[in-house]
Nanobody, 115 residues
Framework: QVQLVESGGGLVQPGGSLRLSCTVS????????MTWYRQAPGKQREMVAT???????NYADSVKGRFTISRDNAKNTVYLQMNSLKPEDTAVYYC?????????WGQGTQVTVSS
């Protein structure tokens, strides 16, 4: 059974930081490209950051310079370090694993940026 379990979300003040984790089981983690998406209320889901199986990274323009994605294949975990958070970063953050035509999703973790 494939599972992607996100953690690390919560309430943080503007300018603060959070680190999200997504721990994966049931698949050969190292061959999957891993992506963090987010979905704010009333908006479409959007890509936040991707790290490929070869450790190449890509970021949405809105988070460049503030967020960092990384992976630890020994722990089957992908991380999203989020710094200088803004209220517009408020969303449910989802972890996604893709290999060729196969993809899996986590259940999401809520991030709320508010004073």
């Amino acid at each position: 059974q494939v599972q992607l379990v996100e953690s690390g979300g919560g309430l943080v003040q503007p300018g603060g930081s959070l680190r999200l984790s997504c721990t994966v089981s049931g698949i050969r983690f190292s061959i999957f490209d891993m992506t963090w998406y987010r979905q704010a209320p009333g908006k479409q889901r959007e890509m936040v950051a991707t790290v490929t199986s070869t450790d190449n990274t890509n970021y949405a323009d809105s988070v460049k310079g503030r967020f960092t994605i990384s992976r630890d294949n020994a722990k089957n975990t992908v991380y999203l370090q989020m710094n200088s958070l803004k209220p517009e970063d408020t969303a449910v953050y989802y972890c996604n694993a893709v290999f060729r035509r196969t993809d899996y999703w986590g259940q999401g973790t809520q991030v709320t940026v508010s004073s």
